[in-house]
């Protein structure tokens, strides 16, 4: 299994549209990034564990799904950098690749040195915009192909199958 590991708040740091909407709203900025995963989750098929450090929430560590992703809250003096070295330490074997989303280089070489890859902010970008795309053009072709359907959908229906397919509730 492919399983991503991703530093939320340096991903936030480095991708422009999560630097603009934490200016404004840091917590809207971790759901926007969650949501972005959550695309990505589904079309590459990527278990994503989504990681922020606790400086930012205090308290105990706290995890929970949010769009089937996996979003984890540090414990307290604990940062994100430690917590994801553990992780990867943990999952990585025989039958799962490991990979980290940060553009920490101390993170990525320690992370590599553990037998898992490095993704950059930057390159995760890329491969999320292209993703979108693929995303928007599978869309566009369904939507055309829907009018020659047999089976009436109303709008609110393909709405709810979408919720479905995207895991939500």
């Known amino acids: 299994m492919n399983i991503l590991l991703v ?10 549209e999560l630097q603009e909407l934490k ?20 079309y590459s098929g990527f ?8 400086h930012y929430v205090k308290g105990i560590e706290k995890r929970y799904q949010n769009y089937q992703v996996e979003v984890v809250f540090t414990r307290e003096n604990e940062s994100a950098d430690e917590w994801i070295e553990k992780k990867a330490i943990e999952l990585t074997n025989i039958r799962n690749q ?16 553990q037998g898992a890859l490095r993704i950059s902010a930057r390159e995760l970008l890329i491969e999320m915009k292209e993703i979108e795309k693929k995303i928007k053009k599978k869309v566009k072709k369904t939507q055309e192909a ?3 359907s047999k089976i009436f959908l109303s709008d609110e229906v393909a709405e709810i199958f979408e919720k479905w397919r995207r895991g939500e509730k």
């Open 7 to 16: 530093d939320g708040y340096n991903i936030i740091g480095a991708w422009p």
């Open 23 to 42: 200016k404004k709203d840091l917590a809207a900025a971790r759901d926007r990034l969650i949501e972005k995963m959550a695309e990505y989750q589904g």
């Open 47 to 54: 278990k994503v564990i989504v990681v922020f450090d606790a």
């Open 98 to 113: 490991v990979y980290v989303a940060t553009s920490d280089y101390t993170e990525q070489w320690a992370v590599f040195g």
């Open 146 to 148: 829907k009018s020659v």
